[in-house]
């Protein structure tokens, strides 16, 4: 079975996050093992983009959340790099600005989906509107409990347009990101990616998974699924994104568009010295 089938939250399904092993690994055993399916979907999605791009008549969008170290800056490095940098970009969604809080709370994603023939990451998304800021009672109750509806709304107008989008929430155990934490103030060269507030977040968790699992049962729809990855493995978790996105591109029926030009014509009158030249070269 796929992995879209397998890891997709239907539209009305109660979500369980301690029900679902953050270690799975399905029938793979390692790394090594499953590196020629990563490239092979690497390899896809890169063709694919290309099409989406020259086709320029839909889009993707990829919306990335998690908590702390489960691995989404992992994910836009090891996923994307492939692709052209022409027609793809990633958004990073931190601390509203200023001018970003005057508005409503969708204002800075709308502006941030893809264009058509564009391929947009969410690094952390609108949900924040709905995560962090529950967590932390940034807004009242009566304020962030409309969101679900508001999200649903703006999720099926980009839809409507053209636009394909896939949430991935990727769930890690309170094992794994405190294994995590530990590697980064260890590693002098993420020591840059370590804070106190990642130590005083990770206190929230059961206040995040309830959100967590709240967004989940409330925001996946046909046209805006979320997919839970189980995401302890690293690998796995590249495994599984990577084959969803190069299968929905895959459905997406992308295809070189059509050339208007009269390319005979246009040789005939641009190229006929060198069509000349390779005749006489070839005897004929
Ligand atoms: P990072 O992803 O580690 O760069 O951190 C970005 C920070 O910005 C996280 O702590 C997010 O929770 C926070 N953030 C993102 N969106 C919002 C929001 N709408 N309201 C409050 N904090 C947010
Ligand atoms: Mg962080």
């Given at each position: 079975m796929s992995y879209r089938k397998i890891f997709v939250v239907e539209p009305g399904d109660k979500v369980?996050?301690?029900?679902?092993?953050?270690s799975f690994t399905g029938k793979h055993e390692s790394h090594e093992k499953a590196m020629p399916k990563i490239q092979e979907h690497l390899a896809r999605m890169d063709k694919l983009q290309y099409l989406l791009y020259a086709d320029g008549d839909q889009s993707l969008l990829v919306v990335l959340q998690a908590l702390d170290a489960a691995g989404k800056d992992g994910v836009v490095r090891h996923l994307f790099?492939?692709?052209?940098p022409q027609g793809t970009s990633v958004f990073g969604f931190k601390q509203p600005s200023k001018d970003e809080a005057?508005?409503?709370?969708l204002w800075r994603a709308h502006q941030r989906v893809p264009g058509k023939g564009e391929i947009v990451i969410f690094?952390?998304?609108?949900?924040e509107d709905v995560l962090v800021v529950r967590v932390h009672k940034l807004v009242a109750k009566p304020v962030w409990s409309k969101r679900y509806d508001l999200i649903n709304d703006f999720e099926k107008i980009v839809s409507n347009n053209g636009t394909r989008i896939l949430k991935f929430f990727l769930h890690i155990s309170p094992e794994e990101q405190l294994s995590r934490f530990k590697q980064r103030l260890d590693d002098p060269s993420r020591n840059?990616?370590?804070?106190?507030a990642d130590y005083s977040e990770r206190e929230l968790w059961a206040k995040y998974t309830e959100a967590y699992e709240d967004a989940l049962e409330r925001t996946s729809t046909q046209h805006a699924p979320w997919f839970v990855i189980p995401a302890n493995h690293k690998w796995f978790r590249d495994l599984a994104i990577s084959e969803i996105i190069a299968d929905t591109l895959d459905d997406m029926g992308l295809k070189l568009p059509p050339t208007h030009v009269d390319k005979e014509a246009i040789r005939s009158k641009y190229h006929a010295a060198e069509q000349e030249q390779a005749g006489k070269a070839s005897g004929a």
């Open positions: 369980h996050l301690d029900k679902i092993d953050p790099t492939g692709m052209n005057a508005h409503d709370f690094n952390r998304s609108h949900y840059w990616k370590i804070s106190d």
